[in-house]
C-alpha cells in the first residue's frame, strides 16, 4: 500500500494493487469468522524523496506484480529510507462478514469441483451462518428437480437432512410428494414461526415432522432463478435456541447465489439423466422421451438407494397399432449381380487382349496357362451366375495373381512393360464401374426417400405423437406405432389412426412420383416398389436394451413380425409374378376388415388423380406358416 502511494506520487503511476485490505478473526462466542476491510486515507500525509530516485522498468514491474512479488521487487531497487514521510492518517474499520459470507457461496457455486454435496453444502451452511452470525442456526437446501416436468424426489440433503425427512421418500410416496409439491410450487409463500410447537398443527400438517425432532424457530423460504420455483430453503434452531424476524432477514442478500447454486444441482441432475439414457438406451425420439426420463429417474433413485443395482426396469408401450411399409428397390439383387459379372467381364476382356498381344512377343507354357484360366474365368461369368466363391476367386484372380505375374512379364520383356502399366493404371480406374454406378444410384434413391419421410415425420407428429422407425435395406422400410400408451396425457381415438393411415397411401404414392422423376439423374436407372402392411390389431413393443430398438412381444405380436419378414417377395397366387411391382403399392392383409380404413382413401387419391381407377383384388401364395393372404394392388399415375 505504501509503494502504490509512492508510486502515484513520484512515478504518476497509478498500481493495480488494492488499497483495503480484509482481515478475519474467530468470534470466540459464535466459533464464527467475522471479516473487515481496513481503508487507510493518505490524503494528510506529505512525502519527499532524500535524494535522486532510480528509473523503473515497468515492464519488470508489471510482471512482479502478476506474480504478486511487486513488494520484494520495490523494496530491493527502491527502498523506503529513500523517502520522508509526514503528516496524519485516517483508517476505516467496516465489517464486511455478509459480503464475505455471500461472496463464498458465489464461489463455490463458480468452482464446483469432483467434491461430494456434502462437502459442498457444509460449506455453504457454514457461510450462511456467518452471514446471521450465529452458529446455533440451522439451514436445509431442498432443490426441486423435475422429470417431464413434474416434480420428483431430488438426492440433496445439504444441512441437517430435515427437509428431506419431511418431504423424501421415507415419509412421503412419489405420488404424495408429486401432489405436495405441485400445491406449493402454485403457492410458494415464504413460512416463519418463532415456536412451531405453537402452530396449529391441523393448519400445517407439514409442521409434526420438525415438532418431533426437536425444531424450535423455523423459516422456510422458496428460491426461485429466473422466475422459476427451484427449491426451498429452511432456517431452523433446536430447542430451546430461537430466532426473530430479524435474522430472517439477514438471509436475503444470499438468496440469488443460493437460486443459482440450486440451479446448477438442477442442471448436474439433468444431465445425469440424459448421461443415463444415452449410455443405458440410444438416441430416442422425442415421442418416446418421456418415458425414458421416467425409467432413467426411476434407475437413478433405486441405484442411490442400493449401488448394487445395475439394471433399469423393463420400457414397454402395451397396446399400440403397427404400421408398417417398405419402399424397395425393383431387383436390386439381380442388378448388384449383373453389374459386377459386368464388370468382371469388362477386366477379364481387356487381360485376355494383353496376353493375347504378349503371347506375339514370349511363348511360354506359364502364359499359355494364364491364357486358360482367364478364358476359364470370362465362360464362367457370360454364362452364369456366379457365387459368392467364384466371386472371390476371380477378383483375387484379377488384383493379385494376374497382376503379380504381368509385373514379372514386364521386367522380362521391356517392350511389353509400357502396354502393361497402361493396363495395371486403366484398371484400377475402371474397377467396379457398372457397380459403382449402381451404388450411386441406389444411394441416391434412398437419401431421397429418407429425406422425405425424415422431413414427414414432423407433420406426422402434429396429429398425435407416434414412434417412427426407419431401417435402410436394398431400400427403406419404417414400422410407426401408434396408440393411447405412446402418449397417456393425450386422448387417443381411431380418428388418429385414421389420419395415420391415409398419410401412408399418400406418402407411397408420393415417394413413387419421386422415384420415377429421377430416373433421368440416374447413374443406373432403378425402379422402386411400394408395400404396405394392414394390421387391424394391437400389439405390445418393448425396448431391448442389448439391440437398443423396439421389438414385438409375445407369440401372437411375434407372428406380426415374421409376417413382415416374408412379404416382400411374395407371389400372386397360381402365378410367377411378384406382388410388388413398379408404380404401383400394394396393400397385404388377412382379413376384409383390415382393409376397411384404407378403402375410402384408396378412393378419396383416385378422385384426386393420385391414383388409377382400377384396383386389383388379389389372392396371393403360401407362405411358410402363412396361408390365406390376400391384397390390394393400385397404380400411382404420372403427376
Not at 415464504?190 to 424450535?216: C, H, M, W
Not at 466371386?391 to 495373381?401: F, S
Request: proline letters at 4%; charged letters at 25%.
Amino acid at each position: 500500500m505504501v509503494y502504490s502511494y509512492i508510486l502515484k506520487k513520484f512515478y504518476n503511476y497509478h498500481s493495480p494493487l488494492k488499497h483495503e485490505q480484509y482481515n478475519a478473526y474467530q468470534n470466540e462466542e459464535t466459533g464464527l469468522f467475522q471479516y473487515y476491510t481496513v481503508h487507510i486515507n493518505t490524503d494528510f500525509i506529505e512525502a519527499t524523496a532524500k535524494g535522486p530516485l532510480p528509473e523503473l522498468n515497468f515492464g519488470k514491474l508489471h510482471a512482479h506484480i502478476a506474480q504478486n512479488t511487486s513488494s520484494q521487487y520495490l523494496a530491493d531497487i527502491l527502498p523506503l529510507d529513500l523517502f520522508q514521510f509526514r503528516g496524519i492518517s485516517v483508517s476505516t474499520i467496516q465489517d464486511v462478514t455478509a459480503e464475505k459470507a455471500i461472496d463464498n457461496i458465489t464461489k463455490i457455486r463458480l468452482n464446483r469441483t469432483a467434491e461430494t454435496d456434502d462437502v459442498v453444502y457444509k460449506n455453504v451452511i457454514q457461510s450462511l451462518k456467518t452471514l446471521v452470525c450465529s452458529s446455533k442456526i440451522e439451514f436445509d437446501l431442498f432443490p426441486f428437480v423435475r422429470v417431464n416436468n413434474k416434480m420428483v424426489y431430488g438426492f440433496g440433503r445439504g444441512g441437517t437432512g430435515i427437509l428431506y425427512k419431511t418431504w423424501g421418500d421415507q415419509s412421503l410416496s412419489p405420488e404424495s410428494f408429486q401432489r405436495q409439491a405441485d400445491h406449493y410450487a402454485a403457492n410458494p409463500n415464504s413460512f416463519f414461526s418463532p415456536d412451531v410447537a405453537k402452530e396449529s398443527i391441523r393448519e400445517y400438517s407439514f409442521l409434526q415432522t420438525f415438532v418431533n425432532d426437536g425444531v424450535r424457530s423455523l423459516a422456510l423460504i422458496p428460491v426461485f432463478h429466473n422466475s422459476v420455483l427451484v427449491g426451498v430453503l429452511a432456517m431452523h434452531t433446536w430447542a430451546p435456541d430461537t430466532f426473530d424476524e430479524k435474522t430472517f432477514a439477514k438471509l436475503e442478500p444470499a438468496i440469488p447465489a443460493i437460486a443459482q447454486l440450486m440451479q446448477i444441482y438442477i442442471d448436474e441432475f439433468n444431465l445425469e439423466i440424459e448421461k443415463i439414457i444415452k449410455d443405458k438406451f440410444t438416441s430416442i425420439q422425442p415421442a418416446v422421451q418421456w418415458k425414458f426420463n421416467e425409467i432413467a429417474w426411476d434407475y437413478l433413485y433405486r441405484r442411490k438407494k442400493d449401488a448394487s443395482i445395475t439394471e433399469t426396469a423393463p420400457i414397454r408401450f402395451a397396446n399400440v397399432y403397427p404400421l408398417y411399409g417398405a419402399v424397395d428397390i425393383r431387383n436390386s439383387t439381380i442388378e448388384r449381380n449383373l453389374a459386377i459379372q459386368a464388370d468382371l467381364e469388362h477386366q477379364l476382356t481387356q487381360l485376355l487382349r494383353l496376353f493375347t498381344e504378349a503371347q506375339a512377343v514370349q511363348r511360354s507354357s506359364l502364359l499359355d496357362g494364364m491364357v486358360f484360366t482367364c478364358k476359364t474365368w470370362l465362360q464362367k461369368v457370360a454364362g452364369e451366375q456366379l457365387t459368392t466363391t467364384e466371386e472371390g476367386d476371380i477378383t483375387y484372380y484379377l488384383q493379385a495373381e494376374s497382376v503379380e505375374y504381368l509385373q514379372h512379364l514386364s521386367r522380362q520383356e521391356p517392350k511389353l512393360k509400357e502396354r502393361i502399366e497402361s493396363y495395371i493404371k486403366t484398371i484400377a480406374e475402371v474397377t467396379d464401374s457398372n457397380k459403382h454406378a449402381l451404388d450411386q444410384s441406389m444411394t441416391l434413391l434412398n437419401n431421397t426417400i429418407n429425406n422425405y419421410l425424415e422431413s414427414e415425420q414432423e407433420q406426422l407428429q402434429k396429429g398425435y405423437p407416434c414412434y417412427f422407425e426407419k431401417f435402410r435395406t436394398d431400400g427403406m422400410e419404417y414400422d410407426i406405432y401408434i396408440g393411447q400408451s405412446i402418449a397417456p396425457e393425450l386422448p387417443f381415438s381411431h380418428f388418429h389412426l385414421k389420419s395415420i393411415r391415409l398419410w401412408q397411401l399418400t406418402s407411397m404414392a408420393a415417394i413413387a412420383r419421386i422415384t420415377r422423376s429421377m430416373l433421368p439423374s440416374m447413374p443406373k436407372p432403378l425402379r422402386t416398389t411400394q408395400l404396405i402392411f394392414l394390421h387391424n390389431n394391437t400389439i405390445d413393443i418393448s425396448f431391448r436394451t442389448d439391440e437398443r430398438k423396439f421389438d414385438v412381444e409375445a407369440a401372437y405380436n411375434i407372428r406380426y413380425e415374421m409376417i413382415k419378414k416374408r412379404i416382400d417377395k411374395v407371389h400372386i397366387l397360381d402365378t410367377e409374378e411378384r406382388l410388388t411391382q413398379p408404380d404401383k403399392i400394394a396393400l397385404i392383409y388377412f382379413n376384409d376388415k383390415d382393409v376397411e380404413d384404407y378403402l375410402p382413401y384408396i378412393h378419396y387419391l383416385q378422385e384426386e388423380k393420385v391414383l388409377d381407377t382400377e384396383i386389383e383384388e388379389l389372392k396371393l401364395e403360401d407362405l411358410q406358416g402363412l396361408t390365406g393372404l390376400k391384397a390390394l394392388r393400385v397404380t400411382v399415375l404420372p403427376q
